[in-house]
């Protein structure tokens, strides 16, 4: 398993706890669920995440 250090919440989130957090390895991004840190998270790689959050930028993802 990847080592991940420096998970954060999104500031917007406002202290609810229903999001995920995110953290940054040395060649691989963390996604977790905020209520469950426990259970395990998601790993893809830097440039994948970057396009994900581009995307979201982008309105790529909106209803």
Do not use: Y
Request: charged share 20%; hydrophobic share 35%; proline share 2%.
């Amino acid at each position: 398993m990847a080592h991940i250090t420096g998970w954060r919440t999104s500031t917007r989130t406002q202290g609810q706890g229903q999001c995920v957090e995110v953290g940054f390895g040395v060649d691989c991004v963390g996604v977790r669920d905020t209520k469950n840190r426990t259970a395990g998270h998601l790993t893809v790689a830097p440039r994948r995440w970057q396009e994900f959050v581009l995307g979201i930028k982008r309105g790529m993802f909106d209803f």
